[in-house]
Nanobody
């Protein structure tokens, strides 16, 4: 299986920046997409940003222009650069990896890292 470990969360002021990292280990071959999700208190988990191995990206409307997803395919690591943070960005951020094999498509989740934006 794939193990995902997020890091980089913390407490920041509105307008500040934070960079999250997610490192994949284990059966990392055939990982074709990695994504960031977030879940705020009382809300459903939502997709924040995604990037395929080929480099295409997708962002939630709420973070476009502020967040940037990037990845290092060789290291099986995905990053989320978060700028101009707002209080509404406060959530637990989760890393997700999709692994496609000939017979099975699997999805894996990290443990999450807390991001709190508050003055």
């Amino acid at each position: 299986q794939v193990q995902l470990v997020e890091s980089g969360g913390g407490l920041v002021q509105p307008g500040g920046s934070l960079r999250l990292s997610c490192a994949a280990s284990g059966s990392t071959s055939r990982i074709n997409a990695m994504s960031w999700y977030r879940q705020a208190p009382g809300k459903q988990r939502e997709l924040v940003a995604a990037q395929t191995r080929g480099g295409s990206t997708n962002y939630a409307d709420s973070v476009k222009g502020r967040f940037t997803i990037s990845r290092d395919n060789a290291k099986n690591t995905v990053y989320l650069q978060m700028n101009s943070l707002k209080p509404e960005d406060t959530a637990v951020y989760y890393c997700n990896a999709r692994r496609d094999t000939i017979s099975l498509i699997s999805s894996y989740w990290g443990q999450g890292t807390q991001v709190t934006v508050s003055s």
